[in-house]
């Protein structure tokens, strides 16, 4: 009788003893709660003690969170709508303010999921269509982060630290994709079109400007040639001056270019018939004389 009278004694003290150890294990706090009421939270892992039966351990993690945000339509600064698709990532900094707040992991991917669209749809409001669509980085690196310090800015007082949100993709509604991109191509061919116009009006210009310094280089030189001939006949005929400047040398000068003038008559079979007073034979046969 005694023994089986223990057993059920020792049954309850197992019971009681389990019921009041917990373990905080890595990567988790531990939350310790007295009928609901957040009584401790343990941010260390590791084995702890608790009043059995009255309070409960549950937990809430530490590591980061990536939540899938659904895709959305937001309407840009110029009314055109636009399909975007985005994730954020986040993890808990004060489990108790927290459980205070959202009370779930749920209900906090809720609430961060409305502050990023309201975000989202802030910003997009601010920016055109076109200026996203030409932005085709593949990262939207500025938008991304204008997004994310005006959520993280929103979720201040909310116990999480939003880590990241990147837009996946942007995309067009298919009812108007065509005209969007008709329009896009009517003005790329625009802007192609006053390119060609201005850079024909500069090419004139350089013609034009390039077919005036010709012209004042050419006349340039040639008046730079007229110069120098005028001055090397004019040496010429100093250096010829010089040269027969005695009644001999003028004689002989005379002499070389009568056989010159006769060279030049008798070519062929010429018969040349001159008066008998004609300096021409008189110079051949006597030498000037």
């Known amino acids: 009788m005694r023994g089986s009278a223990i057993l059920p004694v020792i049954f309850i003290a197992a019971l009681v003893v389990l019921n009041s150890i917990y373990f905080v294990y890595e990567g988790e706090y531990g939350i ?3 009928f609901d009421e957040v009584v401790a939270v343990k941010h260390q892992a590791g084995l702890g003690i608790k009043i059995p039966f009255i309070e409960n351990k549950t937990s809430l993690t530490k590591k980061y969170v990536m939540h899938d945000i659904q895709q959305t339509d937001v309407l840009t600064l110029d009314k055109r709508s636009m399909i975007v698709d985005t994730y954020a990532v986040w993890h808990i900094v004060d489990p108790l303010r927290f459980l205070q707040t959202a009370a779930t992991i749920r209900e906090g991917e809720r609430r961060i999921e409305n502050t990023v669209y309201g975000t989202l749809k802030t910003t997009i409001s601010e920016i055109n269509q076109a200026e996203i669509i030409e932005s085709r980085t593949g990262e939207y690196n500025v938008l991304n982060q204008r997004i994310l310090d005006n959520a993280r800015e929103s979720l201040g007082d909310f116990g999480v630290n939003l880590v990241d949100v990147q837009i996946k993709k942007f995309d067009l509604p298919e009812s108007n994709k065509n005209a969007v991109f008709e329009r896009m191509i009517s003005e790329r061919n625009q802007i192609a079109a006053r390119f060609l116009a201005e850079g024909e009006e500069e090419a004139g210009m350089i013609r034009y400007a390039a077919n005036k310094e010709q012209e004042i280089i050419i006349s340039q030189s040639r008046a730079q040639a007229a110069r120098l001939e005028g001055e090397g006949e004019s040496e010429f005929m100093r250096i010829l001056a010089a040269a027969y400047n005695t009644t001999d040398r003028a004689a002989f000068y005379e002499f070389l270019r009568t056989l010159d003038a006769l060279r030049i008559t008798m070519r062929g079979d010429t018969t040349i ?12 046969i006597g030498g000037g004389q």
């Open 273 to 284: 018939v001159m008066p008998g007073d004609s300096a021409l034979p008189r110079t051949i």
């Open 32 to 34: 310790i709660k007295r």
